[in-house]
């Protein structure tokens, strides 16, 4: 049976656990070790031919490690995986694989924070970037320039949650001989698979959803044999930032109860979207599981769950408002992050960058929120008695 038959319940909790090269472990062990020794110099030249199918040393493969890679590899329904020390390594590292001196990426939409910053950061190396707000296509391909290498998106987008046409913007980049990256985070690969839609790297954080207990910061990326093999031996190897045994041994324990969680995330988060919509102190809601959503029949399209994850607007956008209802919170925590078995609520209005907030397209007004594990009547009853 090949990977792409495996449910995601059996992926999750079984594939590469190999219990029989682990002495019959139920749960693989930790390899902590730093590096991996030969009985001669002759085994160790044959195994630097190939530093992705040996164990050399922590920084390129690792037992631990590679046993999640395979694991979220066949989620995704990709051929390789790579994790990273963090979200923000894998996305670095994802970006850099495609760009060179005189590139141009294209971004669309709200997209996380510091992504942001690293496309400024890389204009010192020549390298251009232009975001555009808009989502539909005609806008996009519109900012598309002869230099451009990278289209880099999130579907669905930071604190907006705007749905992109993956299957169309895939098609578009592949025209033109781009590379499209997408992080997708938020859907999990239980929920969106953007490479069977046409999409070269798929990245994660892994310290929201996949992790799922707040205890670990790590990064992922899935993608081809040939873009990976690219990537491993640069990007991979000597930016350095890869995930140590022990997170990934975390990871692993998180993923055997991915299904379950993100189901219950799904349940509740649905309640909670449709409380949040028919209350009067709130203008809007971000979420596309509903279906007042614009873009709620593309999500019928390309995801097949929905996250505990939305934000929304509240009628009185003032900094001062949002302040009272986070600070009026009691079974919500005020938090960075999100995707943890605990609920979460922060605002991107921190009092002094209203023009700013007004400009990349967020209303004042806008609450996140990540819907935890915990019972859903009792943290509807916490937001409303905030509202």
């Not at 997170?247 to 324990?253: F, I, K, S, V, Y």
């Not at 605990?342 to 700013?356: F, R, V």
Request: glycine share 8%.
């Amino acid at each position: 049976m090949t990977n792409d038959l495996f449910s995601a319940e059996h992926i999750c909790t079984h594939l590469g656990d190999d219990y029989g090269r682990f002495h019959g472990a139920v749960v693989p062990p930790i390899y902590q070790n730093s590096l991996f020794v030969f009985d001669n110099f002759d085994r160790l030249t044959e195994a630097m031919k190939d530093e992705q199918g040996s164990y050399l040393y922590w920084r390129g493969t690792n037992p631990t490690v590679e046993i999640v890679e395979k694991k979220l590899a066949a989620l995704e329904k990709g051929e390789k995986c790579k994790l990273f020390a963090s979200g923000m390594a894998a996305i670095s590292a994802a970006i850099l694989t495609f760009l060179q001196a005189g590139d141009h990426v294209l971004s669309i939409s709200n997209i996380y924070g510091p992504t942001t910053k690293f496309f400024t950061y890389v204009e010192k190396f020549g390298i251009s970037h232009t975001n555009t707000l808009h989502t539909d296509l005609e806008a996009i391909e519109s900012l598309i320039q002869p230099n451009t290498k990278v289209i880099y998106l999130e579907s669905p987008t930071t604190m907006s949650f705007k749905l992109v046409d993956l299957k169309a913007i895939a098609s578009i980049a592949k025209q033109r001989g781009i590379k499209t990256i997408i992080d997708n985070t938020w859907a999990t690969p239980l929920f969106q698979n953007p490479i069977t839609y046409g999409i070269d790297i798929v990245v994660h954080s892994v310290s929201k959803y996949l992790g799922g207990h707040s205890d670990l910061v790590g990064g992922a990326l899935i993608t081809s044999n040939e873009i990976m093999d690219h990537l491993f031996y640069h990007e991979y190897q000597l930016l350095g930032g890869v995930m140590p045994p022990y997170e990934a041994w975390l990871l692993m324990r998180g993923l055997r109860t991915l299904p379950l969680r993100m189901r219950a995330h799904q349940e509740s988060g649905m309640k909670m979207a449709l409380f949040l919509e028919n209350h009067p102190s709130v203008k809007k809601v971000h979420y596309p599981g509903l279906q007042s959503s614009p873009d709620y029949e593309l999500g019928r399209q390309q995801l097949k769950g929905y996250a505990g994850l939305m934000s929304f607007e509240l009628v009185k956008n003032s900094f001062e408002s949002v302040r009272q209802v986070l600070n009026s919170l009691k079974l919500f925590q005020i938090g960075v992050s999100w995707g943890g078995f605990e609920s979460l609520a922060i605002s991107p209005n921190y009092g002094y960058n209203t023009e700013q907030l007004v400009a990349s397209g967020i209303d004042p007004g806008l609450i996140r929120i990540s819907v935890g594990l915990e019972n859903i009547d009792e943290l509807i009853a916490d937001m409303n008695a905030a509202l």
